[in-house]
């Protein structure tokens, strides 16, 4: 079993930046591929991020690429979502997602989910 929690969201204006931190229980954390989703109201969840159990293979949505960088740090157990350049339409609640591989966690193969974060971004 493991629990995500999240920290880190909070009301940012728009060109600002936040860094979100998941922090995992358990110790098999580097064997899980670990991602972000995000959910706007009225909105589907969607995929933006996900990184490999090593951190070797980063993969980000392309509405959030160049802007947001997904990193982790096994020996914290915890995974991060730094986003810059931050915009009104990143507005959402953000979650934190293991899974047993980067490709079954974009396909929402997701193993586990934290309880989300709220990220405001004003305009």
């Known amino acids: 079993q493991v629990q995500l929690v999240e920290s880190g969201g909070g009301l940012v204006q728009a060109g600002g930046s936040l860094r979100l931190s998941c922090a995992a229980s358990g110790r098999s954390f580097s064997r899980f591929a670990m991602g972000w989703f995000r959910q706007a109201p009225g909105k589907e969840r969607e995929f933006v991020a996900t990184?490999?159990?090593?951190?070797?293979?980063?993969y980000h949505a392309d509405s959030v690429k160049g802007r947001f960088t997904i990193s982790r740090d096994n020996a914290k157990n915890t995974v991060y979502l730094q986003m810059n350049s931050l915009k009104p339409e990143d507005t959402a609640v953000y979650y934190c997602a293991a899974a047993s591989s980067t490709s079954r966690l974009q396909a929402v193969g997701v193993d586990y989910w934290g309880q989300g974060t709220q990220v405001t971004v004003s305009s």
């Open positions: 990184i490999s159990g090593s951190g070797n293979m980063l």
